[in-house]
């Protein structure tokens, strides 16, 4: 993460938007930000001017448009904070802090055998950046997204015609009756993802997380996975985001700045924090 590039800003709401039920999404101007920013990096958006709630609230981006100068964020209202800003109108000056973390950029993938996302409920949000990024670049994209039924399904259009999407609802009301992640083995399963090595990006529920990484490790495919945890600052100061590091070796990295992409083998995901 480059301090000269991260920028606390004044945002204008362009758009706030109720997506269905406790889903909302909001496009907000902020050129310094949109200029800079990768998919997969995040904002910390502060609530208001007192100190109650006093913690900004991190955010993925799921939207990047430096030509427009703005950027995108999408959310399920899940705490005081969340319900703040569901609240908000369109017009209003936010402050945001950004972009931070390491972010992923389609050049710092090998897509020759394809590019596999897989994500669950609002984890699909910031991989749309990346995945317009891999669609610029002609890649084979498969999407495996899930959630527990369809009325929690983000809309998948902003992906791509050219993207496959196979959908999963715990319930069955929408495409395959079951978890995400018991689609995307039943498809590695029946060979119908070619016989080439496609590199996994996944974002979600820490669960979803490890189950991913399991399957991956089991076909010998690259995984690189998206965090999602209680930031306090986001420049690494306050440790609050820590993960413990895999294979042995002895400390934590720090979510918000050495992520929160990591490579799957890098971190010891059935005992992250946040």
Known sequence: MDLRQIHDVDARIVRLSNIRGNLYSMCLEAPEIARTAKPMQFVNIALGDSTDPLLRRPFSLSGIHPDRGTIGITW?????????????QAGRSVRVLGPLGNGLGIDRLCIDHGLVLVAGGTGIAPLTPL???????????QVFYGARSASELLDTGDLGAACMVHLATEDGSVGFGGLVTGLLEARLSAGALGNGRPTVVSCGPKPMLNHVKQICNRHGLPLLVSLEARMACGYGVCQGCVVPRAGGKQGYYRVCTDGPVFRAEDIELGECTG
Do not use: F, N, P, Y
């Open 76 to 88: 399920a209202v899940v705490g005081r904070g969340t319900q703040i800003m569901a609240g908000w």
């Open 131 to 141: 995945a317009s990024q891999a669609l610029e670049k002609e890649a084979e994209l």
